[in-house]
């Protein structure tokens, strides 16, 4: 919560996609983000994408059990600690 607040979210969006030059070294998109962080980010999205989806419609309900699959699949990545 403290990213969305502080705008965290478009620091670690900018430094997943750009390459920067701090101090004369060149900081890679692999290098600024870690992997676990990475991996939160995507289960924070996965969950937020089914929040705002299921309940409309009836087929949203078997949209939920896909998003329930993919967020189970993520949750379980041997980069979980």
């Known amino acids: 919560m ?3 607040r502080d705008g965290g979210f478009a620091r670690l969006r900018e430094a997943a996609l750009y ?3 701090i101090n004369d070294n060149l900081v890679s998109p692999k290098s600024a983000i870690t992997k676990q962080t990475a991996r939160e980010l995507l289960l924070f999205a996965i969950e937020t994408f089914d929040d705002g989806l299921v309940g409309y419609t009836e087929y949203t309900y078997s949209c939920a059990e ?3 699959e993919i967020f189970a699949k993520w949750k379980k990545h041997p980069w979980a600690t």
């Open 66 to 68: 896909q998003t329930d």
């Open 19 to 21: 390459i920067e030059n």
């Open 2 to 4: 403290q990213l969305a």
